[in-house]
T-cell receptor, first 114, second 111 residues
Framework: DAGVIQSPRHEVTEMGQEVTLRCKPI?????LFWYRQTMMRGLELLIY????????DSGMPEDRFSAKMPNASFSTLKIQPSEPRDSAVYFC????????????FGPGTRLTVT | RKEVEQDPGPFNVPEGATVAFNCTYS??????FFWYRQDCRKEPKLLMS???SGNEDGRFTAQLNRASQYISLLIRDSKLSDSATYLC????????????FGKGTRLHILP
């Protein structure tokens, strides 16, 4: 079975550019989560969706970040404009039953903003 | 006090030894707890859930102490392949559901 799929795996961009990260959750999973991981702050939840509806976006750092889930099999996280401090690994995860259950993580997108 | 705290380590442990580490949490209303394992430059993967009565999975034992607000992970007969970072996860459900990952404890098993 395919796990959570993320693309691209690596992204290098210049400050000010728009960055779009993509995620395909495991089929049948109703919950999708976006995380950011840095050495300094660890793994932080940015936003999560239930049945394509954003439930909690309190972790989204600022207005430069936005996330969408147009259907059950696709989600995007967009940063516009990007800044060097956005450099991190961004993980997408999905869960069958919700926040209190096992989450399956994708391989992550390593973002470098120069 | 931080919401979820872990000793960052590294714990350097000889192969075959037993090692244990804790994770403390600040919100007494927290309801579900997990240990995830993360290998270098990989994604986190669930190691085990932590149940109120404690639970065991092979060489791994997880326990919850609600009175003192910590969870623990014990690894017996450690293997080289146990080298990884172990992340604790604390979930609080309610009007504002919160999922908080600890920053992880690094474990190195030495041959």
């Amino acid at each position: 079975d395919a796990g959570v799929i993320q693309s691209p795996r690596h992204e290098v961009t210049e400050m000010g550019q728009e960055v779009t990260l993509r995620c395909k959750p495991i089929s049948g999973h109703d919950y999708l989560f976006w995380y950011r991981q840095t050495m300094m702050r660890g793994l932080e939840l940015l936003i999560y969706f239930n049945n394509n509806v954003p439930i909690d976006d309190s972790g989204m750092p600022e207005d430069r970040f936005s996330a969408k889930m147009p259907n059950a099999s696709f989600s995007t996280l967009k940063i516009q404009p990007s800044e060097p401090r956005d450099s991190a690994v961004y993980f997408c995860a999905s869960s069958l039953r919700g926040v209190s259950y096992e989450q399956y993580f994708g391989p992550g997108t390593r973002l470098t903003v120069t | 006090r931080k919401e979820v705290e872990q000793d960052p380590g590294p714990f350097n442990v000889p192969e075959g030894a037993t090692v244990a580490f804790n994770c403390t949490y600040s919100n007494s209303a927290s309801q579900s707890f997990f240990w995830y394992r993360q290998d270098c430059r990989k994604e986190p993967k669930l190691l085990m859930s932590v149940y109120s009565s404690g639970n065991e999975d092979g060489r791994f034992t997880a326990q919850l102490n609600r009175a003192s607000q910590y969870i623990s992970l014990l690894i017996r007969d450690s293997k080289l392949s146990d080298s990884a970072t172990y992340l604790c996860v604390v979930n609080t459900l309610g009007r504002d559901d919160k999922i908080i990952f600890g920053k992880g404890t690094r474990l190195h098993i030495l041959p």
